[in-house]
Each structure stands twice: as C-alpha cells, then as structure tokens.
C-alpha cells in the first residue's frame, strides 16, 4: 500500500510518494490513571489480524529517577510502540519489565526492551521454557509470520519468590507473587504512591475470566487480594483503571458458580459433557468471550475437582 502526501514548503507543494508505515509508527494511546501511572488499554478480544494482537492491557509507572514497565503486549511492535509511548512522556529510562505472567498477550513485546532487566514470578521461567514455542507457532497463525517476527526468548532475570520491592526514585513498587491461580506464575504489581495495584490476569473485567490454573487456589488468591490496601486497581484484560477492591466481586461470582456448578455435575455421577453444556450458564450474558472460555474453564475445573 502507498500514499500521496501534499507538503507546501516556501510556497511550492512537494508531492512525497511513501509506503504505508507499519502500525510501530505510532507511540500507544496511554491514559494516566493516576499521577505518573500510565495504562495501555488492550481490546477485549482474542488475537487477530484486526487488532494486531492488542488484546491485553499494560502500562508504565514513572518514578523521580527511573521507569518501571507492567507488561508489554502481545508482539514485538507492540512493545516497540510501548516504548515509544514511554520517550514521549518521559526523559527517564526504563530500568525494570516487570512480567505479570506468562501468557503471550503480555509477553511478547518484551522484544523491545532487550537492554531492560525482566522481573518475573519464581515459576515463570520454567513455565515458558515449556509453552514458550507453542505460544509463538499459535501467534504465528493468529497474526501472520510478519507480527511474529522477532520474537525473543523471554528472560526472568529477577525472580521473585514473594515479594520484591523496587524504588523508582521517591516511589516503591511492591512486586508480589502468588500460589496457582489464573496461571502458576501470577504476579501483582502495587505502587504505594497512588494506590495503584496493576492485578495483571488476576483480575478480569468485561472479559470472561480463563482459567489457566486452578480455580479453587484463584478463589483463595483473591481472599488475599482483597486486603491490598489499594484504591484503583488495572486489570489485565477490561477497563484501564477500576475500582478496588469491589472490581473483584463479578470475577468471585463467576469462579464460584464455576466451581459450584462442576461439583454438582461430579456429585450427580454427570461426565464432562454434561459439566460443559450446564455450569455457568447464568453467567453468560455478563461477560464477553463466554463461548470462547467457559467450555475450557469447565473443562479444567472438572479435572481439578475429579478426586476431590
Ligand atoms: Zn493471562
């Protein structure tokens, strides 16, 4: 594709032949949710080429002396207009991508920031070392090889077994991992200054919540959750910026019914079939990609739950 730009310079119009940039052309949209914390806000969807994989959210926090990232999108550029989102606001320099889990809508855009340290949960490592290709073959067919060129194997250089805290220059980051929930590498991000708590996929909103993990531990993960003294919170997929902790009641509501709902399945002697086609069914017209997650989510539950 290419295009004509009209440029009058001293009065002459310079007719400029150029190939379409590339979608990396532009910096983010950011919103500041609070003061110096920016959010990127993913469509709620699953990869595809229209939205070029901009399914989950990520943002930055600006300290006095340095910049701290939270995710960095589903591909290379993603990360690079991430990057530039950051330039554009800020003269400091990025010195920590803190990864709030493996999933590759949040990962992949780490490409950009090969000269940034990677933070991470304790288990993540070992969790992308085995999924790691799978989750760049799928985006591969999701998106086209051109979005998935330059993938780099994604680094943990900080593992963090349950808290880490890092100091931007007058503004603590409380970094802190959690037991198996919506994956097995969960990791929130609270920022004490404004009482922002990026939940990462710990917290859904809109979006049906994917169970990737274990369904009773999420459920008690949020029990913890609860306490974070926070005002706002950033979930990983849904709006920029709820608000904490009550964001968190339609996410309870839905494991509960979920869990609820196989036991009964399990205790009348139904199969996995049955458990698909009932649990949750009341659930369907809150949330979006209820058809694409609930099957999975029951699915999982039900093996989770098997020999209870
Ligand atoms: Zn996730």
Request: no cysteine; charged share 20%.
């Amino acid at each position: 594709m290419t295009a004509i730009f009209g440029l009058k310079v001293g009065g002459t119009m310079l007719w400029l032949l150029a190939a379409a940039l590339p979608a990396s052309a532009e910096p983010l949209p950011m919103t500041e949710v609070a003061p110096g914390v920016f959010v990127h806000q993913g469509v709620i969807a699953e990869p595809a080429p229209d939205n070029h994989g901009d399914t989950a959210n990520m943002g930055f926090i600006v300290g006095d002396s340095v910049v701290a990232v939270i995710d960095t999108g589903g591909t290379p550029d993603l990360g690079r207009r991430l990057r530039d989102a950051i330039t554009a606001r800020t003269d400091r320099k990025p010195v920590i991508v803190i990864n709030t889990h493996m999933h590759p809508d949040h990962i992949f855009g780490n490409a950009a920031f090969a000269d940034v340290p990677v933070a991470g949960h304790a288990n993540l490592r070992d969790a992308l070392a085995a999924r790691q290709e799978v989750y760049r073959q799928r985006l591969t067919e999701e998106l086209g090889a051109e979005a998935a060129a330059g993938i780099a194997p994604v680094r943990v250089d900080r593992p963090v077994g349950e808290e880490l805290r890092v100091d931007l220059g007058n503004r603590i980051l409380v970094l802190t991992a959690y037991p198996t929930a919506h994956t097995n590498n969960d990791l929130t991000v609270f920022d004490r200054k404004t009482g922002t708590l990026f939940a990462g996929d710990l917290l859904f909103v809109d979006h049906l919540p994917a169970v990737d993990g274990n369904a009773l531990g999420w459920l008690r993960v949020i029990d913890r959750l609860e306490r974070v003294p926070a005002v706002r919170a950033v979930p990983g997929h849904g709006p920029a910026s709820v608000a904490w902790p009550g964001a968190l009641d339609a996410e309870r509501r839905y494991l509960t019914t979920l869990v609820e709902g196989v036991r009964r399945v399990l205790k009348a002697g139904g199969g996995i079939q049955d458990a698909v086609a009932q649990v949750a069914e009341d659930e369907r017209g809150r949330w979006l990609l209820f058809d694409a997650y609930n099957p999975r989510n029951v699915t999982a539950t039900f093996a989770e739950l098997e020999w209870e």
